[in-house]
Structures are given as structure tokens and as C-alpha cells.
């Protein structure tokens, strides 16, 4: 069974986008197009607005100014698209249970959604784990639920949001080989991260975001040997703060 739709929700379209708190800006006049294939890795100091963009882009905010379309449609009306948060929300049930949820939302048999969560479980090598309680699992293998959640829907588009804050280096190996698999699966990733060999090991193309605007924005190899800004060349020697 496949949750696809024929026609693709791609590319990702942002217009002149801003998004405003009161009268503080915190996303300034963006204008993007992400399409389908490479995996995009926003980056930027703290502060730029990464998290509030993905927000954006996944349609959980609605821009203040601008507009934000999904191949020519409002967001909301793109149900093939998924996101992983820093800190995810693992239910009071099996870590089986938390990977069916999303399923039974989506109105999958349960025969068909416990077979597709084990499934999932078992890409992100959690399956040994699958009776046991969501909530008694460390931060690493949460995160990993997480993924499978998301994974089991079969979306087009996977935002995450700075997936390995926190974690461990043995974590956060395990976290991006998932993050590879899903990758080289043929969903397309937009991801935030704090982290720049982790940007180096797994992005294909950048969005650079500095103070709400995005500065740069093309293949990840260039962007790491020849940045075409100075806020760029500073971020990564590490003296860009804000």
C-alpha cells in the first residue's frame, strides 16, 4: 500500500515570506524554492530564524507577509510531508503504539498499520524494542521513534529540526544514518542543525539564514569551499554569533 498521491507537492515554494511577533521581525522578505532530490541543510547563526522558517516552510506558522505553496497550493492542503522535532512527543504507549499512531490518523487497517510500524521500527533498529514503554527510552532512541513515526507515513518532503540536539556522538551516528536512509529512499529533507560536520556529512544543498534572511542559498560543496558572503565566510570560522 502507498500513501503517494500521483502528482508531487513539490517544489516548495516561498513568496517575499515574513513572519512578525508583534513588531519585532523575525523572518525578512524570504523568497525560496526547494524541489525535489538534494537534501537541504538550513544553517546559520543562533537567533537567524531557522527554526521559525522550517515552521514556515512545514505550515505549522502562517507567514505574516507572503505566501507559502506547495506546488502551486496552500500548505495545509499538502498532507504528504512529515516533521521530527528536537524534542519529540512520545506518547504513553508502546513504542509500537507511538509508530502506529500516526498511521490510525491517517486511517490505515490496523493490520496493515502494525505491520508497516514494525517495519519502520526495524529500519531504525528498534525493533527488539517494540513492547516496551516510549517513555523509558533514552533521548537517542527516542529521537529514532521519532523517525520512524514519520518514516511509516511514506512522505514526499521530512522536515527535522535540529534532530541531533543534545544526543551523544554514538546517538547522533546512529540518528544520521537513519537520516542517510530516508535520504537515499527518495524523500526529499529539509533540516536544521546546529552542527557543521554534521551539515558537511549530510547536506547536498544549503540555505544559509542570517538576522531573517537568507544570504545564500545552492550546492553544499560550494557553500563550504568558496561562500559567496562575508556573514558566511565568518559563520564557518565560528566568529558569527548573532
Same mark, same amino acid.
Given at each position: 500500500m502507498t500513501m503517494h498521491a500521483p502528482a508531487t507537492i513539490l517544489p516548495l515554494v516561498l513568496d517575499k515570506v515574513g513572519f512578525a511577533v508583534g513588531a519585532t521581525d523575525i523572518i525578512r522578505g524570504i523568497s525560496l524554492e526547494l524541489r525535489a532530490g538534494p537534501c537541504t541543510v538550513i544553517l546559520g547563526p543562533n537567533g537567524a530564524g531557522k527554526s521559525m522558517l522550517l515552521r514556515l516552510c512545514h505550515g @505549522? @506558522?502562517?507567514?505574516?507577509?507572503g505566501s507559502v505553496r506547495w506546488n502551486g497550493t496552500h500548505p495545509?492542503? $499538502?498532507? !504528504?510531508?512529515?516533521?521530527?522535532?528536537?524534542r519529540p512527543v512520545m506518547l504513553r504507549r508502546s513504542t509500537i503504539a507511538n509508530v502506529a499512531y500516526g498511521l490510525k490518523r491517517a486511517g490505515m487497517a490496523r493490520t496493515?498499520?502494525?505491520? !508497516? %510500524? $514494525? %517495519? %519502520?521500527l526495524d529500519r531504525v533498529g528498534l525493533l527488539h524494542l517494540a513492547d516496551r514503554s516510549a517513555r523509558v527510552l533514552s533521548g537517542g532512541e527516542q529521537q529514532r521513534v521519532a523517525l520512524a513515526r514519520a518514516w511509516a507515513l511514506d512522505p514526499?518532503? @521530512?522536515f527535522l529540526d535540529e534532530p541531533t540536539a543534545n544526543l551523544d556522538p554514538a546517538a547522533t551516528r546512529a540518528i544520521e544514518n537513519?537520516?542517510?536512509?530516508? !535520504?537515499?529512499?527518495g524523500t526529499k529533507v529539509v533540516m536544521t542543525t546546529h552542527d557543521l560536520g554534521q551539515a558537511r556529512r549530510l547536506a547536498q544543498e544549503i540555505v544559509f539564514l542570517h538576522r531573517g534572511r537568507v544570504l545564500e542559498h545552492g550546492p553544499a560543496d560550494r557553500f563550504f569551499e568558496q561562500p559567496a558572503t562575508n556573514e558566511a565566510a565568518a559563520f564557518l570560522k565560528g566568529e558569527l554569533l548573532v
Open positions: @505549522l @506558522l502562517e507567514p505574516t507577509r495545509h492542503s $499538502a498532507r !504528504r510531508q512529515a516533521m521530527v522535532f528536537q496493515e498499520r502494525t505491520k !508497516r %510500524a $514494525a %517495519a %519502520a514526499e518532503v @521530512l537513519v537520516i542517510a536512509s530516508i !535520504r537515499d529512499g
